[in-house]
């Protein structure tokens, strides 16, 4: 019997710190999706753990994985 191959999505992260001095990690692409960590590779890991529990009730509820999301450039 042949595996079922996982498809692999690849979202943006932003990371920026907290009052508390932990590192806020949230997925724009999934509404709500946010996780924390005392540092940034502890936060990165927390949010890999969010999107996947996000992604599984967003899917439970059909709902559409992720939202629109784009990358524009403003001149500052």
Do not use: F, W
């Not at 932003?14 to 724009?28: Q, R």
């Not at 940034?40 to 996947?52: G, S, T």
Request: hydrophobic share 40%.
């Amino acid at each position: 019997m042949a595996k079922k191959r996982k498809e692999v999505l690849k979202l943006l992260v932003t990371l920026e710190l907290g009052e508390d001095g932990y590192i806020i990690a949230e997925c724009p692409a999934i509404p709500g999706c946010m996780s924390q960590g005392r540092t940034r590779e502890e936060a990165l890991v927390n949010i890999k753990d969010a999107i996947l529990a996000c992604l599984e009730v967003r899917k439970q509820r059909g709902i559409p994985l992720t939202v629109e999301t784009h990358e524009v450039e403003v001149a500052v």
